[in-house]
């Protein structure tokens, strides 16, 4: 779990509100609150199971996959058309 960002204690998850819920959808966020009573700290952070590194690999996969089915219509394509 990580840390408030204000005061160093540990934070807890809470229920994301709609907006967040709508922003999770292209930039996958947590929202989190302080477990300090006295600082009330809420804010969003980032997944950490949704790093950059596997949404790159995400996006890699899909580039492979489009060109795999680009390829595989233009042979298709050119057996039809014998
Ligand atoms: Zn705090």
Known sequence: ???CP???SKLGRIHRRPVDRFYSLLNPIIRYRCRNTKCH????MRDPSQTLTKKRQNIFLWAAI???AIGFG?????ILNK
């Open 6 to 8: 204000k005061c160093g």
């Open 41 to 44: 700290w809420e804010g969003n």
């Open 1 to 3: 779990m990580p840390e």
């Open 74 to 78: 233009l042979v298709l394509g050119k």
């Open 66 to 68: 489009l060109v795999g």
